[in-house]
């Protein structure tokens, strides 16, 4: 099945992206459709990650040479993070194990300003790793509430999201800024507002947003936002910021002697040194694709007195998000022709702006489990089947018992004759008793 459409322009040409990444030159070449459970990397990264163990291997704060580069490695990744979510002071980006990690870190010493009554805000949108952390706290007295969302479009209830919130009560919401599972954007700015009105700081889990779009968390004015490195092309390496003023103010769980300035008071154990240079490389290579593709707009930036780092990645994730737009049409438009399948969150092509180009479907004629068998097999295609962590929305969507749903995620290498190849596989896919 081939969708034809001359409408359709790319903003850039994959080609020069593609090539960057070894697992997309291997032949056969997979199809890389899983990409919501960790993107691939680019030669960028690897080089990064190899050249700090050739060349800064040790550990921080040493008067000796490899330290002192460890030092620059670290101070140059918090800078690029900042540089890709717009924060105001490197200072404020602190580096752990993984997003859940971070979270559930974070959470216990929230959980110690909580006084019985206080309440938490948590969606059914949300992947656990921010609902969990949270409704944990339940254990010292915190109230837990859920904001629901429409059934029918995946898109989170703001009113009922509203309806929940207390004022002078709630102490914190967890908000995603995108489904791990359906793809929707909610109005995390809308969120943010109406929290802080009510007295609620607010923490996003950005890890599905950040590979997709551009990230202002200054903006957003969100207090915390977390997200994984390993989902924007880089290492397995988590990334939390927060406004200075938390983290300064709530208290870390860590040895004695370890540094009690931000953001080292908030980093437990030896980070992940070589993770954290290709956590830098990633950056870079978004960077690369504004570079590349949209130098106007990198220097429309600078002139408006935006650094050139933060400039080409104001240029390259719109971009990135505008052509993925074109890949959502594409996929959501093939599989609408499939008559039993059922996709869930926003079909739409008008509210194609509203969500990240990740879709989850079901359909009769396999399980799941099965469907994602049958797609590695006949075409060498990855695709996720399950919750994906996301098991307050399947059981909301009646998915859960039933082995969840079938997961198509794109990223900005993924290719439109991909997509056809996906959706030739679907429709050729005999259907039960034929």
């Known amino acids: 099945m081939v969708l034809d459409d001359p409408a ?27 990409n919501p459970g960790g993107t691939q990397v680019p030669m960028g990264v690897i080089e990064a990650v190899g050249a700090y163990y050739a060349r800064s291997n040790a550990n921080v704060g040493g008067a000796f040479a490899t330290s002192q580069r460890t030092d620059h490695v670290i101070a140059d990744a918090r800078q690029a993070m900042a540089d890709l979510i717009g ?29 019985p009554g206080d309440e938490i805000v948590v969606t059914n949108l949300d992947h656990d790793a921010n609902v969990t952390p949270w409704t944990d706290l339940a254990a010292q007295g915190a109230v837990l509430r859920s904001a629901d969302i429409h059934p029918a479009d995946g898109t989170l209830d703001l009113e009922r999201f509203q309806a929940a919130l207390t004022p002078g009560r709630t102490r914190l919401v ?3 800024h995108a ?15 109406l929290a802080h009105e009510a007295g609620a700081l607010v923490f996003v889990d950005a890890v599905q947003y950040v590979p997709h779009g551009p990230v202002n968390v200054a903006a957003l004015d969100c207090d915390f936002l977390a997200c994984s490195a390993y989902k924007f092309f880089g290492p397995h390496v988590g990334v939390l910021y927060g406004k ?28 992940n040194h070589e993770g954290i240079a290709g956590v830098a490389a990633a950056v870079r290579y978004l960077a690369s694709v504004g570079e590349l593709w949209a130098a106007p707009l990198v220097q429309s930036h600078i002139a408006r007195g935006e650094t050139p780092p933060r400039a080409a990645l104001l240029a390259a994730m719109p971009a990135i998000k505008d052509y993925e737009a074109q890949l959502s049409r594409r996929l959501l438009a093939g599989l609408a022709q499939i008559e039993d399948i059922t996709v869930y969150g926003l079909t739409d092509p008008e509210r194609i702006e509203d969500r990240v180009p990740t879709v989850a479907f079901t359909w009769p004629r396999l399980s799941p489990r099965a469907t994602c068998g049958y797609l590695a097999e006949k075409a060498g295609i990855c695709a996720w089947s399950g919750n994906y962590y996301a098991l307050r929305l399947m059981e909301r969507l009646n998915l859960q018992e039933s082995g969840g749903a079938v997961r198509i995620g794109c990223a900005h290498y993924n290719t439109s004759e991909e997509i056809d190849t996906l959706l030739s596989v679907l429709g050729e896919t005999p259907r039960l008793g034929s």
């Open 244 to 271: 200075r003023a938390h983290l300064e103010h709530l208290t870390p769980h860590k040895v004695r002697p370890a540094k009690d300035t931000i953001p080292h008071r908030w980093e437990t154990g030896t980070l």
């Open 174 to 176: 967890a908000i995603t």
């Open 179 to 193: 489904s791990n599972a359906i793809g929707t954007i909610p109005d995390v700015a809308a969120v943010t507002r």
């Open 8 to 34: 359709a322009k790319t903003i850039f040409d994959t080609a020069p992206l593609r090539a960057q990444f070894p697992a997309l030159r291997v032949k056969p070449t997979p199809i890389f459709f899983d």
């Open 87 to 115: 924060a105001p002071d490197p200072a404020t980006i602190v580096f752990g194990a993984s997003m859940t990690a971070l979270t559930f870190h974070l959470a216990r010493s929230f959980g110690e300003t909580l006084r």
